[in-house]
Nanobody, 119 residues
Framework: QVQLVESGGGLVQAGGSLRLSCVAS????????MGWFRRAPGKEREAVAA????????WYVDSVKGRFTISRDNAKNTVYLQMNSLKPEDTAVYYC????????????WGRGTQVTVSS
């Protein structure tokens, strides 16, 4: 069983920054691909960023490229999402996700943290 706990959300003005953290209680964390997703009001869940087990490979949705950075610290079982130059359209609940030892899809999800960007 994998538990994921996100933190770091909040209210920020457009142009500001936030850093999200996700701590995983998982024995396989250092071998798992991790991701961040978001769901804006009235919209479907959207993949935002992903990172390989080593951190050597990352992926971003086009709308956040150059503004968001995903990283991980395997010694701390933690994945981060640094969000800069935030825009009102980034407002959403952000979720951390883990493969949890079964590669190919994200099998475990956190409860989410709210990010609100005011204009």
């Amino acid at each position: 069983q994998v538990q994921l706990v996100e933190s770091g959300g909040g209210l920020v003005q457009a142009g500001g920054s936030l850093r999200l953290s996700c701590v995983a209680s998982s024995r396989t964390f250092s071998r798992d691909r991790m991701g961040w997703f978001r769901r804006a009001p009235g919209k479907e869940r959207e993949a935002v960023a992903a990172i390989s087990w080593s951190g050597g490979n990352t992926w971003y949705v086009d709308s956040v490229k150059g503004r968001f950075t995903i990283s991980r610290d395997n010694a701390k079982n933690t994945v981060y999402l640094q969000m800069n130059s935030l825009k009102p359209e980034d407002t959403a609940v952000y979720y951390c996700a883990s493969e949890g030892g079964v590669s190919g899809k994200f099998n475990y999800w956190g409860r989410g943290t709210q990010v609100t960007v005011s204009s």
